[in-house]
Structure formats: structure tokens, C-alpha cells
């Protein structure tokens, strides 16, 4: 299957306005997390700049943590901000590969992931036992930040793309 960038639309769903809300809310707290903190960051770069320029090299090693940091949190900042402004895309293809690992600031709260042509979505973890490698796929996602919105599986009995959660599965 290709890749699809035209706008996503089930009209006929009358749950996608529920989860389109949701989403979109998701990536404005994603986008209120972090831009401020790439302004901190930006503060401390100009700071630490400043310093450095003045003689004391001491603050090289911090102008290089918040260097670092602000380009990751302002990468970030605006994959979230240019997605407010857009619709979701689609994207078809197998699942090359799934996986579960803890995330970076919740240690204790495991993300679930997949890879789709190259590209990895994060994922429920309803998703993720809904689905197994090599399936076939259909994901409505946000095309900066691939914030996905709806995930949907082949089922070939059925010859229809049907949710990847269990209960739409039928189990």
C-alpha cells in the first residue's frame, strides 16, 4: 500500500469528532509543554552566552546542556504548533515491527509503539494488542508530529479495515 497526504474523513463515524477533539487537545498540551520550556531553555542559551562572552568559560558546559535542549525542545514545540493548524493524514501499510518500552520522563508508564514504512507511531495499548507485525494497517495521524488519531487493521475475512482495538475485533 502507498502513502497516502490526503485529508483523513469517516463521515459516516460518528466517533471521529470525539477522538478528533481529543487528539487536537493532545497536541495543544503537548504544544503548551513544550514551547515554554524551550523559552527557558532559549533564556539560558543567551545567558550562558553572555557569560562566556565575557570570560568566564565556566558556563561553556552549561551553554552546551541548554544548547542541546533547546533544539530538542524546540523541534518538538513545533512539530505540536503546525499540527494544531492541520487535519490528519493517512498512511497505509504493514507493520514491520512492534514494541513496548518505558518512557522517558514516566518510567513507570510503558509507550507502545509500531513501525509503518519507515515511520513509528506511538499508540494505546489497546492498539497495540489489537495488532501483530505484518499486518496490514490504516492510520489517520498528524503529519509533523505523527500524533496518531485512529488506528485500523485488514481483516481479511471481512475484507474491510476494521479498529485495531480488541473490541472492534471482535474478541
Known amino acids: 500500500m502507498s502513502y497516502s497526504s490526503e485529508k483523513f474523513s469517516f463521515e459516516e463515524d460518528a466517533a471521529r469528532p ?3 477533539k481529543r487528539v487536537k487537545r493532545i497536541l495543544f498540551l503537548q504544544a503548551l ?3 515554554p520550556l524551550a523559552f527557558v531553555m532559549a533564556a539560558g542559551v543567551i545567558y550562558a552566552s553572555l557569560k562566556v562572552a565575557s570570560g568566564e568559560t ?3 558546559v552549561m551553554l552546551t546542556i541548554t544548547g542541546i535542549l533547546f ?3 524546540t523541534y518538538q514545540s ?8 492541520t487535519e490528519p493524514i493517512v498512511s497505509e501499510g504493514e507493520v514491520s515491527k512492534k514494541w513496548s518500552k518505558g518512557n522517558l520522563f514516566f518510567f513507570f508508564m510503558p509507550g507502545y509503539y509500531i513501525a509503518v514504512k ?6 494505546t495499548r ?3 494488542r489489537g495488532l501483530l507485525e505484518d499486518d496490514l494497517v490504516r492510520i489517520s495521524h498528524y503529519p ?3 500524533t496518531v488519531e485512529r488506528v485500523e487493521r485488514y481483516d481479511e475475512a471481512k475484507k474491510e479495515y476494521v479498529p485495531a482495538e480488541p473490541d472492534g475485533l471482535g474478541y
Open 78 to 85: 513545533l512539530h505540536y504548533l503546525r499540527d494544531m493548524r
Open 58 to 60: 565556566g558556563y561553556i
Open 71 to 73: 533544539l530538542v525542545f
Open 18 to 20: 470525539r477522538s478528533s
Open 144 to 146: 509533523h508530529s505523527l
Open 33 to 35: 509543554i513544550f514551547t
Open 118 to 123: 519507515g515511520q513509528i507511531y506511538t499508540i
Open 126 to 128: 489497546d492498539q497495540y
